[in-house]
């Protein structure tokens, strides 16, 4: 079997001081998979790029980012990013900001939560989704956030909340393109949820 390509886009902005934060993720999703990774900047992933590279790719994972969507400079600066991100038509998962970028893409808007969540806590999966196989109704995975949507996006449906967060996991109800606030590649073996779900994705990716 040709091992997947995974294609991620870094949405970092400072791309220096996170880069032990996407060598993890990378590290995580090739582990998951048993693919192949490639990486490109949010600055160069655009319609452009969608239109003519993504026959390359099994599967887009997009990364999180310390960028704070609900100040318009911010939205501004993933201007192309969100349009590209809105012409996928291959497995996708947001993650964290990769989350609240698939919102953004399919017209949901970022609200600041006021406070960071930083740490372990506590997820609760509301419906059977094969993102979850495997996994508990309640999970303890990573977040690392202080912006949130609100509510889903048309056409996607809720998967997860926690008691901070109304949109811990999405789906949209057409394709394999999921959203996870949390980070399931900052796991350990005490948290072993978010492993789990990174070899889920990779599995429904590879159908």
């Known amino acids: 079997m040709k091992p997947m390509g995974i294609l991620v886009v870094n949405d970092y902005v400072d791309q220096t001081k996170y880069a032990a934060q996407m060598d993890n993720l990378c590290v995580q999703i090739e582990k998951a998979s ?51 991100t809105h012409l996928l038509a291959l ?15 399919y017209g949901e808007s970022i609200i600041n939560m006021e406070r960071a969540l930083r740490g372990y806590y506590e997820v609760e ?20 956030h202080q ?11 809720l998967l997860a909340k926690s008691q901070d967060t109304p949109v811990e996991a999405m789906k949209n109800e057409k394709g394999i393109v999921y959203g996870v606030q949390f980070h399931p590649e900052r796991h350990d073996e ?18």
């Open 91 to 105: 497995p996708v998962l947001g993650i964290c900001g990769g989350h609240q970028l698939l919102g953004m893409a």
């Open 125 to 144: 999966i509301l419906v059977d989704d094969p993102l979850f196989d495997g996994l508990d109704r309640s999970i303890l995975v990573r977040e690392s």
């Open 190 to 207: 005490a948290h072993p949820a978010g492993g789990i779900v990174l070899a889920n994705f990779a599995k429904l990716a590879r159908k």
């Open 34 to 84: 048993g693919g192949s990774v490639e990486r490109i900047s949010y600055e160069h992933f655009g319609p452009e790029f969608v239109q003519d590279q993504m026959g390359k790719y099994d599967a887009v994972v997009l990364s999180g980012s310390e960028a704070l969507y609900s100040r318009a400079e911010d939205r501004l600066r993933f201007r192309k990013a969100i349009e590209g």
């Open 147 to 157: 912006e949130m949507l609100e509510r889903v996006p048309k056409g996607f449906s």
